[in-house]
């Protein structure tokens, strides 16, 4: 299983940086959205969740699963989201303002610094 989400989490971070390597501004969102969520499941990959467990520790309790990585993937998701909302906004005024989502076309020039 650990393998399977490897090469999940592989193929979640080639096409996230190969979207944040774009020239269009909705595709580099949408790649930084990818690499969060690739984060996020490499997180929960590498933690070695068990199954079954209760996550709390008790007196005489000997197998129990850790809550830290949930509670910290479950604040990435938060904030990934928020980023991301925050990331859309701009990216909607700068398309009303310049009419272009292109990075190539939103560059300024000398008469524009």
Do not use: C, W
């Amino acid at each position: 299983m650990e393998i399977l989400m490897s090469i999940v989490v592989g193929i979640l971070f080639m096409s996230a940086v190969y979207l944040i390597l774009s020239k269009s501004l909705l595709r580099v969102i949408i790649g930084t959205a990818l690499l969060s969520h690739g984060a996020h499941l490499l997180l929960l990959t590498m933690s070695g969740l068990k199954t079954g467990d209760a996550p709390v520790l008790m007196d005489g309790v000997t197998s129990y699963t850790d809550p830290l990585p949930q509670a910290l993937v479950l604040t990435a998701i938060v904030i990934s989201f928020g980023v991301t909302a925050f990331f859309l906004v701009l990216a909607y005024r700068a398309y009303q303002e310049l009419g272009t989502d292109n990075m190539e076309e939103m560059k300024g020039n000398d008469s524009n610094d």
